[in-house]
């Protein structure tokens, strides 16, 4: 095979950077000093990426889904984000991790419209934006690096991340590894950027940048405001606090199950995750007995429910960073309760008010709160969603009731009889995504999310139905 000098330089920075592994005094591949350096390098980047042809696009995404499961990087990634974040699970986290890499979409995603008649042919294509500044949570540090990079790459973009602080050196790490391999495949370097410190003041300067033309925010409130007030085009996506109603007619069984797996997946860290439970009193005991077949563990004490709030939570209005997505086993260890690994969900009955329904913990506490009928639960579910329209699950046979569920709660994600990952296509129809964007409406974002429209109009010729 003849290589040519570029190839065979990538792939030597390549083999030095497998051996340093992660090594933060060593940067280049897109790494950079400054906010202002990686805006610029990532501007100049994508002006080259534009001469690459669609199926460059599609051989660069099919990198970095390789880099990505290649079964090294994935262990490695994975423990280090669980050991640098102090959240989530490491066995949960490589599934996702994998998730994110395998079924979020690449070009396929950018469908060309067309019509035509009488007066010619228009087209209507999904073109980049340019340079994206991107937002990742320390919930889903490479996962939200994985499925924006496919996304907007797809798109034709650059992108420039701004991880979270706590998650810098598995993100640092991992953009290294993009683009070593993207340059090792032939593509311009420097299509995914990053700072060597990231902080809130450089978040700052890149939302400001005016090469920066889209931001998006994966994370809480705060920072789906702030690029909201940019004047920039935004997407958003933002916090929520997932019930799950259960009413009389599911399959109580494989509800409890569901709610358990989907509530302890990843310690809960997932925004989509079952956060709490409303459930129909003439079930309730009967679901709570099954939940507890299924790995929750109930206290019942109200001392211990109330050393439980103080511990996890800051005066009840939020969650306490340490114990975010922490295991069940850790958390009760906390409090004088000794488990083992098999208990994954801490439950408690818990009155409408309590904090621990009304907060969004990311955590495996789940509570469950009692209601007289499904009418009921529907309508407190929607209460504690607080207006997020982010994501909602319900376990039913009553077609009426799922209807009216989904038409009153207005979520992005709906899920029937499944587990909440099931919504981002774990076990469920449909592609993934980690940025799904409530707020400003794309939904589960994908490469189009990241395009603007526009629209090429041929007048009077190439259609061709009739012979005028
Ligand atoms: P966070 O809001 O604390 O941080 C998210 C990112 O924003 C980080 O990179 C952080 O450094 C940055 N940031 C936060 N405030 C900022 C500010 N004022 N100025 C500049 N940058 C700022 O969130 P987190 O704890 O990392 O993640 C958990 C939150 O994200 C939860 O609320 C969860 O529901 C949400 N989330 C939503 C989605 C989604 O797809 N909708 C996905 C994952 C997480």
Redesign the pocket.
């Known amino acids: 095979m003849k290589m040519d000098n570029n190839t065979i330089e990538a792939i030597i920075r390549r083999v030095l950077s497998d051996q340093e592994q992660f090594n933060t005094d060593e940067y280049g591949y897109g790494i950079f000093d400054t906010m202002d350096e990686a805006i610029e390098a990532s501007a100049a980047a994508q002006k080259e990426y534009m001469r690459h042809s669609l199926a460059d696009r599609q051989k660069y995404i099919e990198g970095i889904r390789e880099v990505v499961c290649d079964e090294k990087n994935l262990t490695y990634m994975s423990k280090l984000a669980v050991e640098e974040s102090g959240m989530g699970k490491y066995e949960h986290k490589k599934i996702k991790n994998v998730l994110a890499a395998r079924k979020s979409p690449g070009i396929e995603d950018l469908t060309t419209q067309a019509m035509a008649g009488d007066d010619g042919l228009t087209l209507v294509e999904y073109c980049p934006f340019g340079v994206i500044g991107a937002?990742?949570?320390?919930?889903?540090p490479t996962e939200?690096i994985i499925c924006n990079s496919i996304g907007m790459l797809a798109g034709g973009n650059t992108v420039v991340f701004?991880?979270?602080?706590r998650s810098k050196g598995v993100s640092i790490w991992l953009i290294k590894k993009l683009n070593a391999r993207l340059e090792e495949l032939g593509a311009p370097r420097n299509l995914i950027v990053t700072v060597k410190e990231p902080s809130?003041d450089n978040?700052?300067i890149m939302m400001q940048h005016p090469k920066i033309r889209m931001l998006v925010?994966?994370?809480?409130p705060?920072?789906v405001k702030?690029v909201m007030s940019t004047g920039k085009k935004a997407i958003g996506?933002?916090?929520?606090n997932p019930p799950v109603v259960v009413d009389e007619t599911a399959n109580i069984e494989k509800a409890a199950k569901d709610i358990v797996d989907g509530c302890s997946f990843d310690n809960n860290l997932p925004?989509i995750a079952e956060k709490e439970v409303v459930a129909v009193e003439q079930i309730a005991d009967y679901l709570i007995a099954n939940m507890k077949n299924n790995g929750a563990y109930e206290i019942k004490d109200p001392k211990v429910i109330q050393q439980l709030v103080e511990l996890v939570t800051k005066d009840g209005k939020k969650p306490v960073t340490v114990f975010v997505g922490k295991s069940a086993q850790y958390i009760l260890g906390q409090v004088g309760i000794q488990v083992g690994p098999e208990v994954k969900v801490i439950l408690v009955e818990a009155p409408k008010d309590h904090p621990f329904v009304q907060v969004?913990l990311?955590m495996p506490i789940l509570p469950v709160v009692r209601v007289a009928n499904v009418d009921e639960a529907i309508d407190f579910a929607v209460e504690a969603e607080h207006g997020n329209r982010?994501t909602a699950m319900m376990h039913s046979r009553n077609v009426d009731k799922l209807t009216r569920m989904a038409k009153e709660i207005e979520t992005t994600i709906f899920v029937k009889n499944g587990p909440s990952y099931a919504g981002i296509g774990v076990g469920g129809m449909g592609h993934t995504t980690?940025?799904?964007?409530?707020p400003t409406g794309e939904g589960l974002t994908s490469a189009k999310s990241f395009c603007r429209i526009r629209r090429c109009v041929m007048k009077d010729a190439f259609h061709i139905r009739d012979k005028q």
């Open positions: 937002i990742a949570p320390t919930t889903n939200t701004s991880p979270h602080p809130i978040t700052n925010a994966t994370g809480g705060g920072i702030a996506a933002g916090a929520g925004c969004e990311m982010h980690f940025t799904i964007a409530g």
